[in-house]
């Protein structure tokens, strides 16, 4: 009896573990998730949500403190900080799936033809690849701006071409383990062709790790186009971009503390956002990709 006993409490405490860990798992998911969908809705209602327009300028009333018809205050041209705070999360989401997009096509392209093909493809590629992800990303994308030009779109350029080594890294380790596989043998016995091999069989099987690295990677974008944007080299005004609006607040910080606060904590809850989710689809789809 007392030893039938010990072990149901065994089984309960291992349940117990075992159910503890699954709700870690998915409550990054879940806030994550809930975090981005928030976002999501504000930018595409931010036009019906903003009391005022981001670029509606009242220049006899600047600089006034939070209150009830300015709820952030307002900026140095008289402009509504909440209203640009709501209409900058299309910005931020803008540079998530622009700079992302890119960073994709670019890495998975290149990572599938290392992986497939090998040898002087590989060699020549994977020299490339080792070049860009040893660079600082900051200071590559400082010389593409300058070549480019100053403006938002030229900035989320500069931050993909630069940020694309570890897809490609990823993908043609995995290329490389899925093309001496019976099902990819099948196919070549077929008479599939090269492009058919690579889109219909290779990449639907790299799809779930690139989907967790992007969604990781996302922060990281937006932090250095905001960089960009805060130096001068991304957005120009009257942007409504959170890290023109950091920029614009260094000069009145001591007078006017919201014109920083409001946009800071508004890139801290969108990169934690992301954060959070990638972190939440990596444990549920690969959670191999811990050691990556």
């Not at 992302?100 to 590989?122: A, H, K, M, N, R």
């Not at 070549?147 to 500069?158: E, H, K, T």
């Not at 099987?205 to 944007?229: E, F, G, K, Y």
Request: proline share 4%.
């Amino acid at each position: 009896m007392h030893e039938f006993v010990w072990k149901f409490r065994e089984v309960t405490d291992m349940d117990k573990i075992k159910f503890l860990k699954n709700k870690a798992k998915y409550s990054n998911l879940i806030i994550g998730s809930s975090m981005i969908l928030l976002l999501l809705l504000v930018a595409i209602f931010a036009n019906v949500i903003a009391p005022y327009r981001y670029d509606d300028s009242m220049m006899n009333e600047r600089l006034q403190e939070p209150s009830i018809h300015h709820l952030l205050g307002t900026d140095f041209y008289g402009r509504d900080v909440f209203s640009r705070i709501l209409y900058g999360a299309r910005i931020a989401l803008q540079i998530a799936l622009q700079s992302v997009g890119i960073q994709l096509v670019i890495g998975v392209t290149i990572g599938l033809l290392c992986g497939y093909f090998g040898g002087w493809i590989d060699r020549i590629l994977s020299f490339i690849m080792d070049i860009t992800w040893a660079m600082p990303p900051l200071i590559i994308a400082f010389a593409v701006v300058s070549v480019l030009g100053q403006s938002l779109n030229n900035a989320i350029i500069a931050i993909a071409v630069v940020s694309w080594a570890q897809y490609a890294r990823i993908v043609r380790a995995k290329t490389m383990s899925i093309k001496n596989m019976a099902f990819l043998e099948t196919g070549i016995a077929f008479g599939e062709s090269t492009p058919a091999l690579l889109l219909r069989y290779i990449l639907p099987n790299v799809v779930p790790a690139m989907v967790v690295i992007a969604s990781i990677s996302i922060p990281s974008a937006i932090m250095s186009t905001t960089a960009l944007s805060f130096l001068g080299l991304g957005a120009q005004s009257p942007s409504p971009d959170w890290g023109l609006a950091l920029s614009d607040s260094v000069r009145h910080l001591t007078m006017a503390p919201w014109l920083g606060i409001a946009p800071g904590l508004a890139l801290v809850y969108t990169t934690l956002g992301f954060s959070m989710l990638g972190e939440g689809l990596r444990d549920l789809i690969d959670p191999r990709l811990r050691s990556l």
